[in-house]
Nanobody, 124 residues
Framework: QVVLVESGGGLVETGGSLKLSCAAS????????MGWFRQAPGKEREFVAR????????SYTDSVKGRFAISRDNAKSSLYLQMNSLKPEDTAVYYC?????????????????WGQGTQVTVSS
């Protein structure tokens, strides 16, 4: 089992940047594929980005391509999401997730453990 704790959210103006972090504790972090999801008010939780356990393969939802970058540091048991050129529509609670299937998934069903989330608010 792994426990995930997100941090780094906050309030930022349109065009600004934030870097989210997800600290993992428990079973070896490097065995998990990791993902970032988000849930905006009144909407369902959606996929943002994923990274396989080696860190060599990453993918993003179309709306964040070229603006967001997912990365991981297995030595530090940490996952990151660098978010640049933020837009009001990026406002959401952001969750990190860990999947026993080390190849990762765009589906929430592909993840076994979830953090509590961190709020990101982008003002217009």
């Amino acid at each position: 089992q792994v426990v995930l704790v997100e941090s780094g959210g906050g309030l930022v103006e349109t065009g600004g940047s934030l870097k989210l972090s997800c600290a993992a504790s428990g079973r070896s972090f490097s065995t998990y594929a990791m993902g970032w999801f988000r849930q905006a008010p009144g909407k369902e939780r959606e996929f943002v980005a994923r990274i396989v356990r080696s860190g060599l393969v990453k993918s993003y939802t179309d709306s964040v391509k070229g603006r967001f970058a997912i990365s991981r540091d297995n030595a530090k048991s940490s996952l990151y999401l660098q978010m640049n050129s933020l837009k009001p529509e990026d406002t959401a609670v952001y969750y990190c997730a860990a999947g026993n299937d080390g190849t990762g998934s765009r589906s929430q069903d592909g993840y076994d453990y979830w953090g509590q989330g961190t709020q990101v608010t982008v003002s217009s």
